[in-house]
């Protein structure tokens, strides 16, 4: 560890221990001016780092973040082959035409710069598909982005957009991220972002979405986590080339009916909430691949759910289940399933017929026996099961399973 990151460290250990001593709470502007600290020293002993570099041409991301720069130094150009090129949290208002010599730049990180000033200096280019522009303060796109004719994605993040922005200048465009604006969508232009298959809309402050946004037809991925929603208008389910669906931590208590209409759906996302029941209907959904419904309120899920052939990964844990539907069984792609922190007094008899399982949890759940049939699940890479009241002088066969387990690479953790 380098000197200065030491004295750094040692600092922090030493504020941190200050103050759970005397009983405070170091507060949030100390502890960013420490994490901003050991930012700049670790940017310095990067940037020289990238001085000494002898065979530059090998160099595929260049990290110039927490330098204080005002302009890109000249060294940048002698990195002809980035692919990459982060300068967040400096003061840089332009990037010159000398930017065009990097003809394999596809990325450019510009977070933390530009202080609500939307007129930055840019010049033509043809090879930068993705810019990230979070945590500037805009209000609008910057004009001149138009200029990057290759732009395919666009994050702008913790801005403080109002609105959707105009996006139909930027003809390539079709990912845009505006999560942590405070955006009113029913103040929103839809028809100019038509041409996008990702949208985030994540912890924008959004209580219902309007029926507009079904005219984006081309989604393929919609993000809403941390918002209000209490449910999504039934004119969604015209968005039938949706494959990723998010509406983790909102406040649904159901499932919204227009998700079952979503064929299409691949993974779908429904992590705390407070849902109580997932409909027989969810067996539309035969492409999914992986449902995320943990922390809810669950205290059953429906036969039907067997039904999804397709399904790699089940993520039921932090429910209240307390047995698995008998169909179950019937999820022969199934890779991972992660049933932990529930009621489950004995280990549903289903899950012994999971024989492409990679990966199981039921820690945590008031089992205290286990069937022999359990070694039928020799493709286990990873097995959790602590924090249940099972007596393992009473089950010697599970020992034995372990280390065959264990023999193979596979990691397995429960309590003595």
Request: hydrophobic letters at 35%.
């Amino acid at each position: 560890m380098k000197l200065a990151s030491l004295i750094l460290f040692i600092l922090g250990s030493f504020v941190a221990s200050l103050a759970q001593n005397q009983g405070e709470e170091i507060s949030q502007d100390s502890l960013r001016e420490l994490r901003l600290s050991r930012n700049k020293s670790r940017a310095k002993e990067r940037y020289e780092s990238y001085l000494s570099t002898k065979d530059k041409s090998q160099v595929k991301f260049l990290d110039l973040s927490y330098l204080d720069l005002e302009e890109l130094p000249d060294i940048v150009y002698e990195f002809r082959n980035i692919r990459s090129l982060d300068i967040s949290n400096n003061h840089i208002k332009k990037l010159p035409k000398e930017i065009n010599q990097l003809q394999n730049l596809k990325s450019i990180v510009w977070k933390d710069n530009l202080n609500g000033k939307h007129r930055i200096k840019l010049k033509k280019n043809n090879t930068i598909t993705r810019i990230n522009l979070e945590g500037n303060d805009l209000k609008k796109i910057p004009r001149k982005l138009r200029r990057l004719k290759s732009l395919q994605a666009i994050d702008l993040g913790n801005n403080k957009f109002l609105k959707i922005p105009n996006t139909r200048r930027l003809k390539e465009l079709i990912d845009l991220e505006l999560s942590g604006n405070p955006i009113n969508l029913y103040k929103s232009n839809f028809k100019r972002i038509t041409q996008l298959d990702k949208l985030k809309l994540n912890k924008c402050e959004l209580d219902s979405i309007p029926t507009e946004l079904a005219s984006l037809t081309q989604l393929k991925l919609l993000q809403l986590a941390g918002n209000n929603l209490t449910g999504i208008p039934k004119e969604l389910e015209k968005l039938n080339k949706l494959e990723y669906l998010t509406l983790y931590d909102n406040k649904l208590t159901e499932l919204p009916d227009v998700v079952y209409e979503l064929g299409s759906l691949k993974q779908l996302d429904l992590y705390y909430n407070e849902i109580e029941k997932v409909s027989p209907e969810i067996e539309n959904l035969t492409n999914l691949e992986i449902l995320y419904i943990s922390n809810n309120r669950l205290y059953s899920l429906p036969e039907e759910i067997g039904k999804l052939s397709n399904l790699k990964e089940l993520y039921v844990h932090h429910n209240r289940l307390s047995y698995l539907p008998e169909s179950i069984k019937n999820l022969d792609s199934l890779k991972i399933l992660r049933m932990n922190s529930n009621y489950f007094s004995s280990l549903p008899k289903e899950v012994y017929y999971l024989t492409s399982l990679k990966n199981l949890d039921f820690s945590e759940n008031q089992i205290d026996a286990i069937s022999e049939e359990i070694t039928k699940l020799t493709n286990l890479e990873l097995l959790y099961f602590y924090g249940n009241p099972i007596n393992l002088e009473n089950e010697p066969f599970l020992l034995v399973f372990f280390e065959q387990l264990r023999a193979q690479g596979s990691v397995v953790i429960y309590s003595e």
